[in-house]
């Protein structure tokens, strides 16, 4: 069965450098999403992607945040000056269409030092 | 805001007991509704998908129901297996307004089936 892919499985980064988490979604998917989920705490909606640009973002992407879908099966999420607090497990989920299951990959462990 | 509430927190049942979990939402203007599992230190593994339309959906020994007025939703699992022990996740998305379908997250159901 398809499923989505996400690497790497654990990344640890100091504090204010760049990190770049990777997804490779189900092929035949439109629509891509990025969540995350602080340790204890509900899992929390980033952003949405359809047709190579931002359907919705939540008030945690904020600037420092990005997403790009470079070639025809990657999805990145990029943090340009990582904080602590971004300290999380990021989840990339995908869909065929927007009122179908979303499908989540296994996340990134990303721990800011 | 939407809010969604899991209960219980957590729960441990014997082998083959049938068992419900329940999800309660606070905004009834909800697009479709999304059960899930998670494993400890795995990602989300999708169970069913209620629409806003539907009542109910099945898949196997899992029953999912959803009353859109009251703010309900409820996971049947009939028969529970110990390899049914994991994290079970609510989750409901809005009426559509963009290209997207964000899901909005419940805190959870830990479930632990015994032998």
């Known amino acids: 069965e398809p499923e989505v892919t996400q690497t790497p499985s654990h990344q640890v980064t100091q504090m204010g450098q760049e990190v770049i988490l990777r997804c490779v979604p189900i092929s035949n998917h439109l629509y891509f999403y990025w969540y995350r989920q602080i340790l204890g705490q509900k899992v929390e909606f980033l952003v949405s992607?359809?047709?190579?640009?931002?359907?919705?973002k939540s008030e945690i992407f904020d600037d420092q945040f990005s997403v790009e879908r470079p070639d025809g099966s990657n999805f990145t999420l990029k943090i340009r000056s990582t904080k602590l607090e971004d300290s999380a497990m990021y989840f990339c989920a995908s869909s065929e269409q927007v009122n179908q299951p979303q499908h989540f990959g296994d996340g990134t462990r990303l721990s800011i030092l | 805001k939407q809010e969604v509430t899991q209960i219980p927190a957590a729960l441990s049942v014997p082998e083959g007991e049938n068992l419900v979990l329940n999800c309660s939402f606070t905004?009834?203007?909800?697009?479709?509704l999304q059960w899930f599992r998670q494993d400890p230190g795995k990602g989300l593994t999708s169970l069913l998908l209620i629409q806003s339309s539907q009542r109910e959906q099945t898949s196997g020994r899992l029953n999912a129901s959803l009353d859109k007025s009251s703010g309900r939703s409820t996971l049947y699992i009939a028969a529970s297996q110990p390899g049914d022990s994991a994290t079970y996740l609510c989750a409901v998305s809005p009426i559509l307004t963009g290209g997207g379908n964000k899901l909005t997250f419940g805190t959870g159901t830990q479930l632990k089936v015994e032998l």
């Open positions: 905004d009834s203007a909800i697009y479709n």
């Open positions: 992607f359809y047709n190579n640009e931002i359907s919705e």
